[in-house]
């Protein structure tokens, strides 16, 4: 069984910065072998890709909307996925979830995601 677990939302002013952790467990799972991603989801949106990282961390993709804002990084040896937020925008309101692709592929399509947390909700107030 895996388990992503992210934390580290919370309530910010927009122009502020938070950052999300992504810990992973699970008996025989590794983020290791996973690209891992972040997605977000805002009230009546459907759920919309953020940022992802090659199992390595040697390669990284961003949606347009958080480019030159969001930096996503990987500690293999803790089994963590990070997310840095800064300058953040009260559009950036959402729940913020965490997921790996067992797959060698870069994707950001959410059914292209094996596993998923369950959320943390990042409020930003104007």
């Known amino acids: 069984q895996v388990q992503l677990v992210e934390s580290g939302g919370g309530l910010v002013q927009a122009g502020g910065s938070l950052r999300l952790s992504c810990a992973a467990s699970g008996r025989t799972f590794s983020i290791f072998n996973a690209n891992m991603a972040w997605f977000r989801q805002a009230p009546g949106k459907e759920r919309q890709f953020v940022a992802v990282i090659t199992s390595t961390g040697g390669r990284t993709f961003y949606a347009d909307s958080v480019k030159g804002r969001f930096t996503i990084s990987r500690d293999n040896a803790k089994n963590t996925v990070y997310l840095e937020m800064n300058s953040l925008k009260p559009e950036d309101t959402a729940v913020y979830y965490c997921?790996?692709?067992?797959?060698?592929?870069?994707?950001?399509?959410?059914?292209?995601?094996?596993?998923w947390g369950q959320g943390t909700q990042v409020t930003v107030a104007s």
């Open positions: 997921a790996a692709d067992l797959s060698s592929a870069l994707r950001t399509a959410r059914y292209a995601y094996d596993y």
